[in-house]
């Protein structure tokens, strides 16, 4: 089994739905990343957080750490969201400076 | 600031020749790190420097080596590529020293080792 495993691995919406991906994980952490993959390569960090919720313009991403769990939400999602998303998580027993990615989920937003 | 830059873009090598990917960034970060990424496979870590002077192995780091040349540089050498190393090279860098903190990649590379 993974250390992080994401679902769903493909996702397809239409324009203006709302949107979740969701990331579980088996060890204990420091932080968690939410990382966004664009179609032609380049990787962004979206968010960093080790408890509670951050948001940023239509992104908001939670995180359970009793229950090992992130979701990130995309609201009145557009086909520019079309990309990989990428969850990551990283310290304590993930071996120090280490990151632990997970698959991706592949989202397309179609018009 | 440019960020995180990588040379070449591009790659081919035929088995058995040697080559080394440049990393270097301008924010002044401690710590970088060398992924690859394969079709169906999450990032995966080579190497990385927590700071100037240290380099650790990561996940996958046969067939690597890397050295970090001072700060800002942070380079990736294949001695004798084989098929197996086609892949896609990220290169990253966070601020933090010794912990994780939030990743800043390169564009990468596209390597193919035929």
């Known amino acids: 089994k993974n250390e992080v495993e994401q679902s769903p691995q493909n996702l397809t919406a239409q324009e203006g739905e709302f949107i979740t991906i969701n990331c579980s994980y088996s060890?204990?952490?420091?932080?968690l990343h939410w990382l966004q993959q664009h179609p032609g390569g380049g990787i962004v960090s979206l968010f960093m957080?080790?408890?509670g919720k951050k948001k940023h313009g239509r992104l908001i991403a939670t995180i359970n750490i009793q229950e090992k769990h992130s979701s990130l939400h995309i609201t009145a999602s557009h086909p520019r969201d079309s990309a990989v998303y990428i969850c990551?998580?990283?310290?304590?027993?993930?071996?120090?400076?280490?990151?632990?990615f997970g698959e991706g989920t592949q989202l397309t937003v179609n018009p | 600031n440019a960020g995180v830059t990588q040379t070449p873009k591009f790659q081919v090598l035929k088995t058995g020749q040697s080559m080394t990917l440049q990393c270097a960034q301008d924010m002044n970060h401690n710590s970088m790190y060398w992924y690859r990424q394969d079709p169906g496979m999450g990032l995966r870590l080579i190497y990385y420097s927590a700071s100037e002077g240290t380099t650790d192995k990561g996940e996958v780091p046969n067939g690597y080596n890397v050295s970090r040349l001072n700060k800002r540089e942070f380079s990736l050498r294949l001695e004798s590529a084989a098929p197996s190393q086609t892949s896609v090279y990220f290169c990253?860098?966070?601020?933090?020293?010794?912990?994780?903190?939030?990743?800043?990649f390169g564009p990468g590379t596209r390597l193919t080792v035929t």
């Open positions: 990551a998580v990283g310290g304590y027993e993930t071996s120090g400076s280490r990151l632990t």
């Open positions: 060890v204990g952490i420091s932080a």
């Open positions: 957080l080790s408890s």
């Open positions: 990253a860098s966070s601020e933090l020293r010794g912990a994780v903190g939030e990743q800043y």
